[in-house]
């Protein structure tokens, strides 16, 4: 049973780009959450998306937009990166929005 | 606004102590707590999850505990190993289904 996904693993990208992260949620989940954990801090929430909708949304500005797709896969979107949104980026996923959270192993992104 | 503070930052022992790493919480009015494991630049494990209504949690060489009257939890690790070497991060969740509140972590180090 593969765990919660994420793709690419790695990512460096330029200030002012534009950046896109996937996760593939735990078999049987349906809900995802994405953390965003710059070094040296604990995990900060973004968003969490539920039935294709984001459901709850943490303190980050509107360059950080997300989608959820009928398979329950989900994508976070970085517009006009800054240096400060290098981090590694969390996806979370449950059975149901208040269950039991699995991370997935994380997206490294270095913007510069 | 939920704190969750980790104290102490880091911790070095050597093989073979029994530890204890602590967390506290400014809003006692949680719905549970969590402790997890984070290796260098991975996802996060969940290693316990105490309800509000518990009091502790066991499994293995691990016991949580919960006092919410006092905001506080510990994570009590007996025997250590060098594989226990790792960040533990505590997490707060104010309601079913609401963002987890992380503490930054304390990172412990075994040495055999």
């Known amino acids: 049973d593969a765990g919660v996904t994420q793709s690419p693993t790695h990512l460096i990208k330029t200030r002012g780009q534009q950046v896109t992260l996937r996760c593939s949620p735990k078999?049987?989940?349906?809900?995802v959450s994405w953390y965003q954990q710059a070094l040296g801090q604990g995990p900060q929430f973004i968003f969490q998306?539920?039935?294709?909708?984001?459901?709850q949304r943490g303190n980050f500005p509107d360059r950080f937009s997300g989608h959820q797709f009928p398979n329950y896969s989900s994508e976070l979107n970085v517009n006009a990166l800054l240096l400060g949104d290098s981090a590694l980026y969390l996806c979370?996923?449950?059975?149901?929005?208040?269950?039991?959270?699995?991370f997935g192993s994380g997206t490294q992104l270095s913007v510069l | 606004k939920q704190e969750v503070t980790q104290i102490p930052a880091a911790l070095s022992v050597p093989e073979g102590e029994n530890l204890v790493l602590n967390c506290s919480f400014t809003d006692s009015a949680i719905y549970n707590l969590q402790w997890f494991r984070q290796d260098p630049g991975k996802g996060l494990t969940s290693l316990l999850l105490i309800q509000s209504s518990q009091r502790e949690q066991t499994s293995g060489r691990l016991n949580a505990s919960l006092d919410k009257s006092s905001g506080r939890s510990t994570l009590y690790i007996a025997a250590s190993q060098p594989g226990d070497s790792a960040t533990y991060l505590c997490a707060a969740e104010h309601q079913a289904g609401t963002a987890l509140i992380f503490g930054k972590g304390t990172t412990l180090s075994v040495s055999s």
């Open positions: 078999s049987g989940h349906d809900t």
């Open positions: 979370a996923s449950s059975f149901g929005y208040d269950e039991k959270l699995f």
């Open positions: 998306y539920y039935e294709e909708e984001e459901r």
